[in-house]
Antibody, heavy 118, light 113 residues
Framework: QVHLVESGGGMVQPGGSLRLSCAAS????????MHWVRQAPGKGLQWVAN????????CYADSVKGRFTISRDNSKNTLYLQMDSLRAEDTAVYYC???????????WGQGTLVTVSS | DVVMTQSPLSLPVTLGQPASISCRSS???????????LSWFHQRPGQSPRRLIY???NRDSGVPDRFSGSGSGTDFTLKISRLEAEDVGVYYC??????????FGGGTKVEIK
């Protein structure tokens, strides 16, 4: 059974940094692309970043480009999101999401809350 | 960016009655490979989203057959044939044909009338 468990969320001041992790199990992690998707309190879903199965071709939403870095360690079955220069508008629950071989977003983690506030 | 527009915003439905949600994209979602990457997700209060439908009309494993997806090009529909209590929550459509970015609709809140 697929399990995705995010961690690393918390409260941080504007301009600060956080690193989110997503521990994956129940599937061959190195075979699948992965994403981060976020949801601001009471709002809809916003795609944040994607990385291919082998760690190549990271891509980002314009709103986080240059501030966030997605990466993965296939030896540890873990996905990461390094978030720098955080802003109040980055406050959200961040979900780790797996892609199937064809299509998108077949499994979601439970999410981790990031709050950016002074 | 492809804009996804859902309607209605809110949908009160009597238990056992049908429900229908519309999703329109700002451009055709037919990929050059012939696939149409339009998915539907359901999010119950306090839970993570769950995918229900992928590539317009394919139900995910474990999704009841009262859920169906249809449409083509720029117009898509999610139908629930008979609403059950567990179906309340917010439904989102999402396109994966033209990205980055992957884009979601704004959501439709389904509640019991």
């Amino acid at each position: 059974q697929v399990h995705l468990v995010e961690s690393g969320g918390g409260m941080v001041q504007p301009g600060g940094s956080l690193r989110l992790s997503c521990a994956a199990s129940g599937f061959t992690f190195s075979d699948y692309g992965m994403h981060w998707v976020r949801q601001a309190p009471g709002k809809g879903l916003q795609w944040v970043a994607n990385i291919w199965y082998d760690g190549s071709n990271p891509c980002y939403a314009d709103s986080v480009k240059g501030r966030f870095t997605i990466s993965r360690d296939n030896s540890k079955n873990t996905l990461y999101l390094q978030m720098d220069s955080l802003r109040a508008e980055d406050t959200a629950v961040y979900y780790c999401v797996k892609d199937p071989h064809s299509g998108y977003f077949d499994y979601w983690g439970q999410g981790t809350l990031v709050t950016v506030s002074s | 960016d492809v804009v996804m527009t859902q309607s209605p915003l809110s949908l009160p439905v009597t238990l056992g009655q049908p429900a229908s949600i519309s999703c329109r994209s700002s451009q055709s979602l037919v990929h050059s490979n012939g696939n149409t990457y339009l998915s539907w997700f359901h999010q119950r209060p306090g839970q993570s989203p769950r995918r229900l439908i992928y590539k317009v009309s394919n139900r995910d494993s474990g999704v009841p057959d009262r859920f169906s997806g249809s449409g083509s090009g720029t117009d898509f529909t999610l139908k629930i044939s008979r609403l059950e209590a567990e179906d309340v929550g917010v439904y989102y459509c999402m396109q994966g044909t033209h990205w980055p970015p992957l884009t979601f609709g704004g959501g439709t809140k389904v509640e019991i009338k």
